[in-house]
């Protein structure tokens, strides 16, 4: 028998698992359904509240192991994602829409805690108000991120500009946030499961479009395989509506209907598919979209004298940055000046450098320090604790007896700690015997604050297949990380929209220890609620 113990404790939502089963199969987790006769409530109670599931008839590892049904699966499965328009342009040709694959993407839905899931839905208007408290105070984003701009020069060139639009003061009193928190799900060895925070992505917070088209695929493949009454546990989603949602609330408030939204895009455009659906979602009211690229800025930007902004001949409303969030993404001192032209204009920019910055590893870590969410949240400690409640451990590498201490732990005992850069995009962070080659060159060296350090989440693998492109089908044991959608928008200072519009889940195989879709190592995903 497979059971689950879920109990409060303060504030965190704890799984409790039988060891003698967790992480063999998807089975174990999956395509369980409540017994009646059982109780089954949430308990409040310092005792846990038994609720017990029994499998089902139709046994999941039987489905994982019937070779000619999954294949069967397979080819439908890809077909589904190509109706559904889970698409992706190919290596071969990136910036052509004459030839289209489906994004990757996993055969089944992956099992998360309801109770987990909700955590971190319910969190995420408080991580909205926290980022958009940080990036008001100057003070703290220059204590805190003094030592990273002495030694990480993509943060000191963010942080110029910062500077320089700082005191110029700002020409525009409307903040757009649209972001992305990713968690893992952290099992303790006492066999608790609790919501740990990775990170905050405060720019270019990807897969929303995507993720707005997959739960219609993996109940399709449900229910050819027998198995629809789980179909309801494979949530509605679409964050493509609720990030467009902020844009307009944002175009609205900026107060001129000819004015555009303009993403900013990358170079090579193969997640293009994904911008389209919010793009699409701007259309439907009428508001206009342009993409354009830093060179394209760089040619035929300008602000006029009360700073609006016009790129091509157009005034531009919102900048939506869909690029710059990594040191590559600037080719030349062309591509900065046109950062710089942008952060100054009274267009609204999606995130402001401020907010930029606000999302950075090292703003994360010091926020994670007693006290800290305190300053933001002065009269709200059911805030704090729920914030709180998200993170794990993080470590500073600055340098001095607290910096050294971190060294010295990360090089007694490698993996349990995750060595972060201040970089964006997947495939940065450094692990295992790689964090002593690393630190053991630079723990004498102000080099190391370019870092921070983070404990390794220990998360249950499950067994699914991964479908990409070329590759052949396995089962492979997976990994999950659960990411949930905020948008706000500030008027001055009032909040004016804050809401968590969306989930994502991206699943890649055990063996990666880091590295996203975009980077070919994750696919997409959808939680089956447990």
Same mark, same amino acid.
């Given at each position: 028998?497979?059971?689950?113990?879920?109990?409060?404790?303060?504030?965190?939502?704890?799984?409790?698992?039988?060891?003698?089963?967790?992480?063999?199969?998807?089975?174990?987790?999956?395509?369980?359904?409540?017994?009646?006769?059982?109780?089954?409530?949430?308990?409040?109670?310092?005792?846990?509240?038994?609720?017990?599931?029994?499998?089902?008839?139709?046994?999941?590892?039987?489905?994982?192991?019937?070779?000619?049904?999954?294949?069967?699966?397979?080819?439908?499965?890809?077909?589904?994602?190509?109706?559904?328009?889970?698409?992706?342009?190919?290596?071969?040709?990136?910036?052509?829409?004459?030839?289209?694959?489906?994004?990757?993407?996993?055969?089944?839905?992956?099992?998360?805690?309801?109770?987990?899931?909700?955590?971190?839905?319910?969190?995420?208007?408080?991580?909205?108000?926290?980022?958009?408290?940080?990036?008001?105070?100057?003070?703290?984003?220059?204590?805190?991120?003094?030592?990273?701009?002495?030694?990480?020069?993509?943060?000191?060139?963010?942080?110029?500009?910062?500077?320089?639009?700082?005191?110029?003061?700002?020409?525009?009193?409307?903040?757009?946030?649209?972001?992305?928190?990713?968690?893992?799900?952290?099992?303790?060895?006492?066999?608790?499961?609790?919501?740990?925070?990775?990170?905050?992505?405060?720019?270019?917070?990807?897969?929303?479009?995507?993720?707005?088209?997959?739960?219609?695929?993996?109940?399709?493949?449900?229910?050819?395989?027998?198995?629809?009454?789980?179909?309801?546990?494979?949530?509605?989603?679409?964050?493509?509506?609720?990030?467009?949602?902020?844009?307009?609330?944002?175009?609205?408030?900026?107060?001129?209907?000819?004015?555009?939204?303009?993403?900013?895009?990358?170079?090579?455009?193969?997640?293009?598919y994904d911008h389209r659906y919010v793009e699409n979602e701007l259309w439907k009211r009428n508001i206009p979209v342009i993409?354009?690229?830093?060179?394209?800025?760089?040619?035929?930007?300008?602000?006029?004298?009360?700073?609006?902004?016009?790129?091509?001949?157009?005034?531009?409303?919102?900048?939506?940055?869909?690029?710059?969030?990594?040191?590559?993404?600037?080719?030349?001192?062309?591509?900065?000046?046109?950062?710089?032209?942008?952060?100054?204009?009274?267009?609204?920019?999606?995130?402001?450098?401020?907010?930029?910055?606000?999302?950075?590893?090292? !703003? /994360?870590?010091? *926020?994670? +320090? #007693? @006290?800290?969410?305190? &300053?933001?949240?002065?009269?709200?400690?059911?805030?704090? $604790?729920?914030?709180?409640?998200?993170?794990?451990?993080?470590?500073?590498?600055?340098?001095?007896?607290?910096?050294?201490?971190?060294?010295?732990?990360?090089?007694?005992?490698?993996?349990?700690?995750?060595?972060?850069?201040?970089?964006?995009?997947?495939?940065?962070?450094?692990?295992?015997?790689?964090?002593?080659?690393v630190l053991e060159n630079l723990k004498n060296s102000t080099e190391r604050m370019a870092y921070i350090l983070m404990d390794?989440?220990?998360?249950?693998? !499950? /067994?699914?297949? *991964?479908? +990409? #492109? @070329?590759?052949?089908? &396995?089962?492979?044991?997976?990994?999950?990380?659960?990411? $949930?959608?905020?948008?706000?928008?500030?008027?001055?200072?009032?909040?004016?929209?804050?809401?968590?519009?969306?989930?994502?889940?991206?699943?890649?195989?055990?063996?990666?220890?880091?590295?996203?879709?975009?980077?070919?190592?994750?696919?997409?995903?959808?939680?089956?609620?447990?």
């Open positions: 028998m497979f059971c689950l113990d879920l109990i409060r404790v303060a504030p965190v939502l704890r799984v409790h698992v039988d060891s003698g089963v967790i992480g063999v199969l998807l089975s174990d987790w999956l395509l369980l359904t409540v017994n009646q006769d059982l109780r089954c409530h949430r308990s409040e109670q310092t005792e846990p509240a038994d609720i017990r599931f029994s499998a089902m008839s139709v046994k999941w590892e039987d489905v994982l192991k019937d070779e000619n049904l999954i294949k069967n699966i397979e080819e439908l499965a890809k077909d589904s994602a190509l109706l559904h328009g889970v698409l992706m342009r190919t290596k071969e040709t990136p910036n052509s829409p004459e030839v289209v694959s489906y994004a990757p993407f996993t055969l089944f839905p992956t099992p998360v805690p309801t109770a987990l899931f909700q955590q971190a839905l319910a969190v995420q208007t408080h991580f909205n108000r926290l980022v958009d408290r940080v990036s008001q105070n100057p003070g703290f984003l220059e204590e805190t991120l003094a030592s990273t701009i002495k030694v990480d020069n993509f943060t000191a060139r963010l942080f110029n500009i910062y500077k320089q639009v700082q005191h110029e003061h700002h020409p525009q009193s409307i903040v757009l946030g649209l972001n992305r928190s990713d968690y893992m799900l952290d099992h303790s060895p006492d066999g608790g499961t609790s919501l740990k925070q990775i990170e905050i992505n405060t720019i270019a917070a990807s897969f929303g479009g995507l993720a707005s088209r997959t739960p219609d695929v993996h109940r399709h493949i449900l229910k050819v395989a027998n198995l629809p009454q789980e179909c309801s546990n494979v949530l509605d989603n679409n964050p493509a509506a609720g990030l467009a949602r902020g844009l307009a609330k944002a175009w609205e408030l900026y107060g001129s209907e000819r004015a555009v939204v303009m993403f900013l895009v990358e170079n090579v455009q193969r997640n293009i993409r354009r690229q830093f060179e394209d800025v760089c040619r035929t930007g300008s602000l006029d004298e009360s700073k609006r902004l016009f790129v091509d001949g157009r005034e531009v409303a919102i900048v939506y940055f869909r690029n710059g969030y990594m040191p590559q993404n600037y080719t030349s001192e062309k591509s900065w000046e046109a950062r710089l032209m942008m952060e100054r204009s009274l267009a609204v920019k999606c995130p402001d450098i401020s907010t930029h910055l606000a999302g950075t590893k090292k !703003v /994360q870590q010091e *926020l994670a +320090r #007693p @006290g800290v969410l305190e &300053r933001f949240f002065p009269d709200e400690p059911q805030t704090v $604790a729920q914030i709180r409640a998200t993170f794990a451990g993080l470590y500073t590498l600055d340098m001095g007896e607290e910096g050294d201490k971190t060294v010295a732990m990360a090089l007694a005992n490698p993996d349990q700690y995750v060595l972060k850069p201040q970089r964006e995009g997947g495939g940065n962070n450094i692990y295992g015997n790689e964090i002593c080659e390794k989440i220990q998360p249950v693998p !499950v /067994q699914n297949y *991964l479908l +990409r #492109p @070329g590759a052949p089908l &396995r089962l492979n044991s997976c990994l999950s990380e659960l990411g $949930a959608f905020g948008a706000y928008v500030r008027k001055g200072k009032d909040m004016v929209f804050n809401e968590c519009v969306g989930h994502l889940l991206r699943t890649k195989s055990s063996e990666h220890a880091d590295g996203g879709v975009a980077a070919g190592v994750a696919v997409l995903d959808n939680p089956l609620l447990v």
